[in-house]
């Protein structure tokens, strides 16, 4: 056990936190315009190196990037790969006695099916993101307006993305440092939410202390390197955060970049709605917002303004 490990054992500091993690690779947004110039930064790197890219919001900038399983667990432990099996096998299996539909084409393997009990409110080790990186902005601005929200970009090689519904787990024999993607749509699996949103799925097992990771620790006032225990409570898929600088060519994916975005959100809510047509930011062809992230009944019951008056007490007619 490192001297570090010891002292945080021993109640002597402070473990470190996403939040942390972030400081030293911050892009901070400070207004529509800058945003779109990153995405297309980014975008241009992605092309340049043939290099996939996926996206993704979250509400508040110090949240961990973290799978609802990983955050479920979290609480009680330190998730390590062989409890996530175990929990995995057992969703998988009582998946199967209760949902009848799992038992037909395309759910018969356990990547379909976890991908599909996700979608209905089932933690997974399945980490959700996009294409449209306007979609992980509208994520990033959906509510949460006391507070500034992130958005990540993962580059990852052409062939990490998973061809086909595999049979098995084959994300239990990668690297510690490999991620792969997966796109349900593309095996028959299109959920409205899904498609609305361009979602497709990261997948791999927790990480390791490798790559080299550091952060800031404040209890001995110097850069320190991450332990696993710390990796795993920040993220649950194993990336790198690139510099705040310019992106190397040489960096080996899969990296990420995080992009905080501390702008009014109402203003960006507006924006990717189309609620200002003179001065629109974001892609002028598309209208993004809790109506078309959300086409179901699912959407309707949570975000119907005439419902949620009713809900209320008040009668909107």
Not at 7 to 35: C, F, M, N, W
Not at 88 to 115: F, K, M, T
Not at 166 to 176: A, C, I, K, L, Q
Request: net charge positive; charged share 25%.
């Amino acid at each position: 056990m490192s001297p570090v490990s010891r002292h945080l054992q021993k109640g002597g500091g402070v473990p470190i936190v996403a939040s942390d993690y972030y400081k030293a690779h911050d892009r901070i947004i400070t207004s529509l315009t800058e945003l779109r110039v990153h995405i297309d930064s980014i975008d241009a790197y992605a092309a340049r190196r043939n290099l996939s890219v996926f996206w993704r919001g979250q509400l508040d900038h110090r949240w961990g990037l973290t799978s609802s399983l990983v955050r479920r667990l979290s609480v009680a432990t330190v998730p390590d790969d062989s409890l996530l099996n175990r929990i995995e096998d057992r969703i998988v299996a009582d998946a199967g006695d209760w949902v009848s539909v799992l038992g037909n084409e395309p759910y018969r393997g356990p990547l379909a099916q976890l991908a599909y009990v996700q979608h209905h409110g089932v933690p997974t080790r399945l980490l959700d993101f996009t294409r449209n990186p306007w979609v992980a902005v509208f994520f990033a601005v959906e509510t949460g307006d006391d507070f500034d929200g992130r958005i990540f970009a993962i580059f990852v090689e052409r062939d990490a993305l998973i061809g086909g519904a595999p049979e098995g787990y084959p994300w239990r024999t990668y690297r510690t440092n490999e991620i792969k993607i997966w796109d349900p749509a593309a095996n028959g699996i299109e959920f409205p939410r899904l498609v609305a949103q361009s979602g497709v799925l990261a997948v791999g097992r927790l990480p390791s202390t490798q790559p080299h990771r550091t952060a800031w620790d404040s209890e001995i006032n110097s850069d320190r390197a991450l332990l696993a225990e710390e990796v795993r409570r920040i993220m649950s898929i194993p990336i790198k955060l690139t510099s705040t600088g310019p992106i190397s060519d040489r960096a080996v994916p899969p990296i990420a970049v995080t992009l905080r975005i501390h702008i009014d959100k109402e203003s960006v809510r507006k924006d990717l709605a189309g609620g200002r047509p003179r001065r629109r930011i974001s892609p002028p062809t598309s209208v993004i917002s809790h109506k078309t992230m959300y086409p179901d009944v699912q959407g309707l019951t949570s975000h119907s303004q005439f419902l949620q008056g009713l809900e209320r007490g008040l009668l909107l007619v």
